[in-house]
């Protein structure tokens, strides 16, 4: 009787005991929860966005600080963003971090500041200071065309034509000024007929602070500001 109780007792183990092991031979014994304890879901802790120029980032100040709070590998973001800026070494590509909760990251490049642009159309280093003021520059409508281009995938806008316009709103705002730009407003835009028919259903094409969209930049931005 005892042989027999403790040869069950030993059978008991043999079949429950495979469903507790962990590592690999509880993966072979349980093939469904292969993977379980090796995969972690990964989240975004945090993200900044640095106006920095191109191929010249350095571990100082914003770079050091903006990175620091979270714990991201400074030393490896400035090699990875200068490499990815070293044919436009020289010019401000600001660039979006994305931090996750390992400490690893992704980069967001994006277009050049529309007063970057424009200043460097004009030969200058920096706006006017007073907007409708005073003029550091003119530019021709197929310029601010040119830049509208550039910008583009940056706007909340679908079109060359109302990207144009708020290209011209950062131009008033930093004193530059767009010849030809009157005549040729009068026939590129026509009035939307009502503000559905603009930006249409739901608030993700609303710019800010109504809608989740970027601040339209023709709302005369303060000196340096980016869309």
Same mark, same amino acid.
């Given at each position: ?28 014994? !349980? ?6 304890? %090796?995969?972690? !879901? ?16 350095? #571990? ?18 400035? $090699? ?28 967001? +490049? ?6 970057? +642009? ?11 200071? $007073? ?23 940056? +706007? ?6 109302? %990207?144009? $316009? ?23 835009? #026509?009035? #939307? ?12 094409? +609303? #710019? ?10 023709? %709302? ?8």
């Amino acid at each position: 009787a005892l042989a027999l109780l403790a040869a069950t007792a030993a059978a008991a183990v043999l079949v429950g005991g495979p469903s507790f092991v962990q590592g690999r031979s509880g993966a072979a014994a !349980a093939p469904r929860h292969r993977g379980t304890t %090796a995969l972690r !879901a990964l989240t975004e802790i945090g993200s900044v966005k640095l106006n920095l120029v191109g191929g010249k980032a350095t #571990p100082a100040p914003p770079v050091g600080p903006a990175l620091g709070q979270f714990g991201a590998n400074i030393a490896f973001f400035v $090699k990875e963003y200068n490499a990815l800026t070293a044919a436009k070494t020289g010019e401000v590509i600001p660039v979006i971090v994305h931090v996750f909760s390992d400490r690893s990251f992704t980069l967001e +490049l994006k277009t050049p500041p529309s007063a970057e +642009l424009l200043h460097k159309a004009v030969g200058a280093s920096k706006g006017s200071g $007073k907007a409708g003021k005073e003029i550091i520059g003119t530019i021709s409508i197929d310029k601010l065309r040119e830049i509208a281009e550039i910008k583009l995938p940056d +706007l909340n806008v679908e079109d060359i034509d109302r %990207a144009m $316009k708020m290209v011209h709103g950062t131009a008033v705002a930093s004193g530059v000024d767009v010849e030809g730009y009157d005549e040729w407003l009068k026939t590129a835009l #026509p009035k #939307p007929a009502s503000i559905l028919e603009r930006y249409g259903p739901g608030k993700q094409r +609303l #710019p800010a602070p109504w809608g989740d969209a970027p601040p339209l930049e023709d %709302a005369a931005p303060a000196e340096g500001a980016e869309p």
